[in-house]
């Protein structure tokens, strides 16, 4: 094993044993269906000239100087591409995605990994002793604690296992939405909350719109508003129409108003006007804050046919441990669970096994009110009616509960009933 760090200003010397420069970085890249990148040059400082040797002109690495096969001024300098790394430039010190660990760590240290004579990045050393080996005092540090009975902490990540943020370049490694995309939007909205603007507009820029939309779901419309500010009007909006009604509307209500405008009218028609009508209630009123996402259906169908309606219309809910039921003018006229709805022989109607006293707020209630209808009838959704109970929408329990429980508290709750 070789480490960058002790590479790194190591003298460079010809065929002949002349020394012609010292080593500033080293060049690898990522191509093919090897993960790890393949070390493919190195840069020798030369006088004041700077040289990307080929690594084929490179007779050893890890000794005490680096040895060339041949003169300097003998050797065709390499040309990088634009998937190469310079790992000293690229790597060392900027912060990196552990797509393992979930969390954005720091590069301390490179370990390389000789395989058939030729070197791969293998690891990312983030620990203390990585940073130790960058001062030169790794070995000081590892006599000193040895006479405790322990070496300084070492933390190695895969080089599998993390996705580069390269400070004003953009990610460099592979296809980062695949290994992203893995993640929970959760720990994806953690993680952006670790980076800076320019890195969470990359981050957000590699992921799929429907990522994109649920990451947002996991944050605070204020914190919303900020990673969505240079993102294309086009993106937005398609992200919006991903989103869940009553967090689009919270998002765009964020934003200034000229943009919000825009971005409904870039929107399809359908969803638009879902978010408008959330748009025109007060923000702590049970409309202001409720989903227009939910399930209803028709008293007069059977078990059976519920359970078939459910399946072609339950994608698109917020919640299905409810669905309600409401007659031909769309009023609210029960509801049930989807154990009654198992339970219930399959020709039974809808109206025989359906609760007919139904908990629900209205429209204009407000939040506090809702929070407590919910807390009193532990309720994980509560429907939304107008003055003659036509059924609107449904605020589920994080959203009721928001003014109560601490957001910080409240984002940790297992979403028991999405």
């Known amino acids: 094993m070789a480490y960058v760090s002790e590479l790194i200003g190591k003298p460079v010397v010809e065929a002949n044993g002349e020394r012609v420069g010292r080593l500033t970085d080293l060049v690898a890249s990522a191509r093919g269906d090897i993960p790890h990148p393949k070390i493919v040059a190195v840069v020798v400082k030369h006088g004041r000239t700077t040289l990307a040797v080929p690594f084929s002109s490179v007779a050893l690495l890890a000794v005490p100087a680096v040895a060339l096969t041949q003169s300097l001024a003998e050797i065709v300098p390499y040309e990088p591409s634009e998937r190469d790394l310079y790992l000293a430039r690229d790597v060392l010190d900027k912060q990196i995605i552990d797509t393992d660990g979930m ?5 301390n240290d490179l370990e390389l ?17 990585g940073l130790l080996r960058r001062l030169g005092l790794a070995r000081v540090a590892q006599k000193f604690t040895a006479r405790l009975g322990r070496g300084p902490s070492q933390s190695i990540i895969s080089w599998d296992d993390v996705e580069l943020l390269s400070g004003d370049q953009p990610m460099r490694l592979k296809v980062p939405g695949d290994r992203m995309a893995d993640l929970h939007p959760a720990d994806l909205a953690e993680i952006l909350s670790d980076l800076n603007r320019s890195e969470s507009g990359k981050l957000l820029d590699s992921l799929d719109v429907k990522t994109v939309a649920d ?10 508003a900020s990673l969505v500010e240079t993102m294309p009007d086009e993106k937005v909006a398609d992200v919006l129409e991903e989103m869940a009604p009553d967090e689009a509307a919270d998002l765009l209500a964020e934003l200034p108003q000229d943009r919000s405008r825009e971005l409904l009218k870039l929107m399809e028609d359908e969803e638009a006007e879902d978010v408008r009508r959330l748009l025109s209630y007060p923000d702590n009123s049970a409309g202001g804050i ?9 008293p007069n169908l059977t078990a059976e046919q519920a359970i078939c309606a459910l399946r072609e219309t339950a994608q698109e809910a917020e919640t299905v441990f409810y669905v309600y039921v409401t ?6 006229v029960g509801v049930f669970s989807l154990s009654d ?3 219930a022989q399959p020709e039974t109607p ?7 006293r139904v908990v629900s707020v209205n429209v204009l209630d407000d939040q506090d009110e809702v929070a407590q ?12 009616v107008d003055k003659q109970r036509r059924l609107l929408g449904i605020v589920t329990a994080d959203d009721a509960l928001d003014k109560i429980i601490p957001t910080a508290w409240k984002k940790r709750l297992p979403h028991m009933y999405r």
Do not use: C, W
Not at 113 to 129: E, K, M, S, T
């Open 113 to 129: 990994a000789r395989v058939n004579g030729h070197f791969y990045v293998a690891n990312v050393d983030i620990g203390i002793l």
């Open 350 to 356: 809808v109206n025989q096994f359906m609760h007919s």
């Open 373 to 384: 209808v919910v807390a009193k009838y532990n309720l994980l959704a509560v429907p939304v």
């Open 103 to 107: 969390r954005v760590v720091r590069v």
């Open 290 to 298: 409720m989903t227009t996402e939910f399930v209803a259906i028709r």
């Open 327 to 332: 007659d031909s003018a769309e009023h609210l």
């Open 341 to 343: 709805l198992v339970l």
């Open 215 to 224: 990451t947002l779901e996991a944050v605070e419309p204020d914190f919303q």
